[in-house]
């Protein structure tokens, strides 16, 4: 399990930052997603199958992200090109093996929803986003499960409101 401020601070921060998608909500959205999905980092393969990486995107998922939505958006393509260094879609190992492509990829995931993200203080509100547009009717997780993980992750405290600077 990673340290879960440093993941906060050295991998989601920045990587929200370098999509210009930056919200306390993301961010606490994706420390949910990798707190639930592979245990805070403990997994870098799913146990019993194909999905990769800490947020656990399953390959399919991965390239239906890059051929339905991100090449259809240039300015999207323009910052995985200038922060992340991406001309085309990279292979689904690049989930495994860099952290902020890794969080990129999982905030463009949840991108694709048109519903407001939820209240990154609202435990609850964020395991219902997380379980009907991420892990879905017929994934694993189960409210108590995940919310219990993402507290074990985060602390009981959870959401700290902070104030990002930009990074550049």
Not at 138 to 151: N, P, V
Request: aromatic content about 12%.
């Amino acid at each position: 399990m990673f340290d879960s401020e440093q993941l906060r601070s050295e991998v989601i921060l920045p990587a929200l930052s370098y999509l210009n998608m930056y919200s306390p909500d993301a961010e606490e959205l994706l420390m949910f997603t990798c707190a639930v999905e592979s245990n805070g980092g403990t997994y870098l393969k799913q146990i019993k199958g194909p999905a990769l990486g800490i947020f656990q995107c399953e390959p399919s998922t991965y390239h239906d992200m890059w051929r339905n939505f991100i090449v259809a958006r240039s300015n999207l393509m323009g910052i995985l090109h200038m922060k992340f260094n991406v001309t085309h879609m990279p292979s689904e190992q690049r989930l495994c093996t860099d952290l902020l492509y890794a969080a990129a990829m999982c905030r463009i995931h949840y991108l694709r929803v048109k519903e407001k993200l939820p209240s990154g203080r609202d435990t609850e509100a964020l395991y219902e986003y997380y379980k009907k547009y991420y892990n879905t009717a017929k994934g694993a997780s189960t409210k108590k499960k995940s919310i219990d993980a993402y507290h074990r992750f985060v602390g009981e405290n959870g959401f700290q409101e902070k104030v990002m600077l930009p990074t550049s």
